[in-house]
């Protein structure tokens, strides 16, 4: 069983940053392919980043290239979202997921993913 726990939501100006993590528990980094959603108040929930069990694919929502950063730290089991220039849109409850999967494996649709952390809040306003 995999235990996931966000951490670093918040409230943000406009043009301002925050960085998620999410703590992996259960199994190491190196067996999970790894994804962060978020969902809108009234919306569904929209893949934002992930990345591949290898750490060498990482993909990114259109919305965010540029500006969003998804990394990992194998020794602490921890992964991040570095958000920068952040914008009202990019307002909603942030969700770290995983999945055992190949290696190079790796996808930004919810339906592939198997477990969930809780949520943290990220609002966007001025």
């Known amino acids: 069983q995999v235990q996931l726990v966000e951490s670093g939501g918040g409230s943000v100006q406009p043009g301002g940053s925050l960085r998620l993590s999410c703590a992996v528990s259960?199994?190491?980094?190196?067996?999970?392919?790894l994804g962060w959603f978020r969902q809108a108040p009234g919306a569904g929930r929209e893949g934002v980043s992930c990345?591949?069990?290898?750490?060498?694919?990482?993909y990114y929502a259109d919305s965010v290239k540029g500006r969003f950063t998804i990394s990992r730290d194998d020794a602490k089991n921890t992964v991040f979202l570095q958000m920068n220039n952040l914008n009202p849109e990019d307002t909603g409850v942030y969700y770290c997921?995983?999945?055992?999967?190949?290696?190079?494996?790796?996808?930004?649709?919810?339906?592939?993913?198997?477990?969930w952390g809780q949520g943290a809040r990220v609002t966007v306003s001025s």
């Open positions: 997921a995983a999945r055992a999967a190949l290696y190079f494996w790796t996808s930004l649709d919810h339906a592939h993913y198997v477990w």
């Open positions: 259960g199994f190491t980094l190196d067996q999970l392919a």
């Open positions: 990345i591949s069990r290898d750490g060498r694919k990482t």
